[in-house]
């Protein structure tokens, strides 16, 4: 069997240079209506934000968990708005 990281399929906890998170976590004008219509708070909408962005570039949604941290702050940076208070290298809600 082929080991995973010789595969085509992307894996959330690698870490993309910035022009990778540009083109995959940029949100469009309409992903961002979507998200600020069906979610409440900064949390809420980074969230939803970063799980919306994850399902379109790994076909699946992920565990939090499993999101890389820099794609995390890309989206909290230059989508959503909302600067993350300290760095960790998952994301984790609670």
């Not at 940076?77 to 208070?85: E, H, P, Q």
Request: no cysteine; glycine share 8%; proline share 6%.
């Amino acid at each position: 069997m082929t080991a995973i990281g010789r595969t085509a399929y992307p894996r959330p906890s690698v870490r993309l240079s910035r022009e990778e998170l540009g083109a995959r976590y940029d949100l469009t004008e309409p992903d961002l209506t979507f998200v600020r219509a069906n979610a409440r708070g900064d949390v809420g909408r980074l969230l939803l934000a970063v799980l919306l962005k994850a399902r379109q570039d790994f076909g699946y949604f992920p565990v939090p968990g499993e999101v890389h941290a820099s794609i995390v702050a890309h989206v909290a940076a230059r989508n959503v708005s909302m600067t993350l208070r300290q760095p960790t290298s998952r994301f984790r809600l609670g």
